[in-house]
């Protein structure tokens, strides 16, 4: 009789907790946890399977190009079922699919072709929904707030879509708000991906990304609340104050909450726009010296370091006085680095410079990575094979050839990223993700051959080495001013040589000056 009512208690309980649910979502089905949950366990089995029938079911020679092309193949169909889930779910699973499509460093290439779509052309949602968003935290209606509101977004991003508005004052402004379902429905994301991703990792021992669960659990609430992402921007605004050619949109705080954001409306194309760039007459490797300044700053002299720099969030402009400008967007989720980190990240990319590998091997220890480790991990800091680290990276100019080799030799090593992930000081995870998304930029400008975001930040990383040096030996302060001086002279002239050999003397010695 017991064990009957508490049967009935049980399923009774577990009735109305679905019932909220529901109410809570508006009645959406989708909602539901056990519904989102079943849907994740039938792709990762549907995945699984996958492998298992296409891939898996002989013994294959991996040395041969059949092998290869079979596998190509394989990789396609899962990562398009894994899409499809995606897009199906929405909100955090759109977000961790954007990240997956910036581990280049990590996963098969045809995973990350196929959710990079997911940088751009995210799922939307009605704008009426947006509308009930509005209404809830602002307490007014729409219409009494907005002369007129457009109803295509500017753009859609995993937790969140953004409009183009006029305030009854005449303002133009862009109004961001957060998809309804995506904080109702966070936790049991997380838990159902942190499980799937534990599935994955049993079935094909190479998947390790478990880390990735546990860095987007703890980022997640803090990129879920926009008060948070109105108070990062106006803290680099004034941090980077001394750029004129910087803009970040001022915040609008008595019409922003937690779930809607009003800022100021900036115009500018996207950054890897090639066509808005020429049609602007903008140069692009001015763009790419601009954002390899921002971000050398952010990360060796600030600490505080923009982590989402994909194309959609960088927007470029030429003003009326023909000076180009960068518009910065999205400032949800930054990373906040220790003063330790920085010193010794900085070191580390000095003993890359001076291909000091004793120092490499040091530096790395102290990020987290042991062992014959450290030569794959400034692999993935550079983004440079070990062969050209050797030759010294200001020696080397970047190829095509170099590229294809990276690429190829990252399914043999596999494994090995994987350990580094997981080793590596956390603070590092979004550097190496702001790395990877800098460097897709460069190559969609065609500017990676002139390093331009590179030397800038060479050059910042050996200001932030000898400016801790100077402040811990002020007696060597002579000395130390000379061996920094020295070190960037190496670098303008490497520099200025790249520029020659590209047939673009002229402007490499204009961004010297």
């Not at 508006?26 to 366990?41: E, F, H, P, Q, T």
């Not at 396609?76 to 997956?100: D, F, P, R, S």
């Not at 100019?397 to 090593?413: A, D, M």
């Not at 956390?426 to 400008?445: S, Y």
Request: charged share 25%; hydrophobic share 40%; with cysteine.
């Amino acid at each position: 009789m017991l064990r009957r009512v508490l049967g009935y208690s049980v399923l009774g309980a577990g009735l109305v907790s679905t019932g909220l649910s529901l109410r809570t979502n508006d009645y959406d089905i989708n909602s539901l946890g056990i519904v989102r949950l079943s849907r994740s366990a039938c792709a990762v089995v549907d995945v699984a399977l996958t492998y298992k029938r296409e891939l898996y079911y002989k013994e294959w020679d991996k040395s041969t190009p059949e092998y290869k092309a079979e596998k190509s193949r394989v990789h396609k169909i899962a990562a398009e079922k894994l899409l499809q889930l995606i897009c199906t779910n929405k909100g955090v699973y759109i977000k961790v699919g954007q990240h997956i499509g910036a581990l280049e460093y990590l996963l098969p290439k045809e995973f990350v072709q196929t959710m990079k779509v997911l940088h751009s052309d995210a799922p939307q949602n009605p704008i009426e929904d947006l509308y009930k968003v509005i209404r809830q935290d602002l307490k007014r209606n729409p219409e009494d707030l907005f002369d007129s509101f457009e109803r295509e977004p500017l753009g859609t991003a995993s937790l969140a879509q953004v409009h183009k508005a006029r305030l009854k004052t005449g303002e133009v402004v862009a109004v961001k708000v957060q998809h309804p379902y995506v904080k109702g429905n966070s936790l049991v994301d997380m838990k159902t991906m942190e499980l799937a991703v534990k599935l994955l990792a049993k079935i094909f021992p190479d998947f390790k990304i478990q880390w990735l669960v546990e860095e987007s659990k703890k980022n997640l609430p803090i990129e879920l609340d926009f008060l948070n992402e109105g108070r990062n921007a106006e803290k680099v605004a004034q941090q980077f104050a001394k750029y004129s050619w910087l803009r970040v949109p001022k915040i609008y705080w008595e019409l922003s909450t937690k779930r809607v954001l009003v800022m100021e409306y900036l115009e500018g194309g996207h950054v890897t726009d090639l066509n808005y760039i020429r049609q602007h007459k903008i140069d692009a490797f001015a763009v790419a010296n601009r954002i390899g300044q921002l971000y050398s700053e952010m990360i060796f002299s600030t600490g505080f370091v923009h982590s989402d720099p994909h194309p959609g969030n960088i927007l470029v402009r030429q003003t009326a006085q023909n000076e180009l400008e960068l518009i910065l967007l999205d400032h949800g989720l930054y990373a906040d680095l220790s003063d330790k980190f920085r010193y010794e990240y900085s070191k580390l990319w000095l003993s890359i410079l001076r291909v000091d590998r004793k120092a490499m091997r040091q530096h790395s220890e102290q990020l987290g990575i042991k062992g014959d480790l450290y030569g794959l991990f400034v692999c993935m800091v550079t983004g440079r094979p070990w062969e050209t680290l050797m030759q010294g990276i200001t020696k080397v100019k970047y190829s095509k050839e170099e590229k294809n080799t990276l690429q190829s030799n990252t399914s043999l090593v596999l494994p090995h990223i994987s350990d580094v992930l997981e080793q590596v000081d956390r603070q590092m995870l979004l550097i190496l993700k702001t790395n990877d998304l800098i460097r897709g930029i460069e190559a969609t400008l065609r500017t990676q051959n002139r390093m331009t975001a590179f030397w800038s930040m060479s050059k910042c990383c050996v200001r932030s080495c000898y400016a801790e040096q100077q402040a811990q030996l002020p007696k060597q302060s002579w000395r130390l001013l000379l061996r920094e001086r020295w070190e960037l002279l190496k670098l303008n002239l490497y520099y200025l040589y790249l520029g020659l050999i590209n047939f673009n003397l002229m402007a490499a010695c204009k961004q010297l000056l």
